[in-house]
């Protein structure tokens, strides 16, 4: 089992940056592949990035290429989001993820999920 509760959301101008953090709880944490994903309003849930267990891998949305960063800390049970130059698209529920029964980008495959931390990006 693995606990996942996401916070760092909020309110940011376009062009800024926000650190989003998950704690994750569960002794399983440091061997799973983590995944953040966003839902705007009426849309559904899309693929932000994945990382795997050790970094090897990190795996990013089209949409946020070159702006978001994925990052983990196994010792801390941490995985982290870093956003930078934010657009009003970027607006949407943030949700972390953990444990894809298969492939990265399909948020269907993960079997845990924070509650999620609104972003909302101002124009």
């Known amino acids: 089992q693995v606990q996942l509760v996401e916070s760092g959301g909020g309110l940011v101008q376009a062009g800024g940056s926000l650190r989003l953090s998950c704690a994750a709880s569960?002794?399983?944490?440091?061997?799973?592949?983590v995944g953040w994903f966003r839902q705007a309003p009426g849309k559904e849930r899309e693929f932000v990035a994945a990382?795997?267990?050790?970094?090897?891998?990190?795996y990013y949305g089209d949409s946020v290429k070159g702006r978001f960063t994925i990052s983990r800390d196994n010792a801390k049970n941490s995985v982290f989001l870093q956003m930078n130059s934010l657009k009003p698209e970027d607006t949407a529920v943030y949700y972390c993820?953990?444990?894809?029964?298969?492939?990265?980008?399909?948020?269907?495959?993960?079997?845990?999920w924070g509650q999620g931390t609104q972003v909302t990006v101002s124009s």
């Open positions: 993820a953990a444990d894809p029964r298969s492939g990265y980008d399909a948020a269907t495959g993960y079997q845990y």
């Open positions: 569960g002794r399983t944490f440091s061997i799973v592949t």
């Open positions: 990382c795997t267990r050790s970094s090897t891998f990190k």
